[in-house]
């Protein structure tokens, strides 16, 4: 794999959109993440979208071209 890997997390959310692995959000060694990552399935190449808002354990998708977060703890930042 090449680009931007993510760190290792837990409560983040993921889903597929089209042939791209979308990762978001949640936590890793206590520290919230704010970061988007998305995955081209194709190539196997991560690229990464830093967000304002950190959040755990929400769930993520797409719904008319636009992202929402719903759910889990946010902090802003």
Do not use: C
């Amino acid at each position: 794999m090449r680009g931007d890997i993510p760190r290792e997390r837990w409560g983040h959310s993921s889903f597929m959109w089209g042939r791209q692995l979308v990762l978001g959000l949640g936590s890793d060694e206590g520290q919230e993440s704010n970061t988007v990552n998305m995955l081209n399935m194709d190539t196997l190449t991560w690229d990464s979208w830093d967000g304002n808002l950190q959040r755990v354990g929400g769930a993520m998708g797409l719904l008319e071209g636009k992202l929402y977060l719903v759910g889990g703890q946010a902090k802003h930042i």
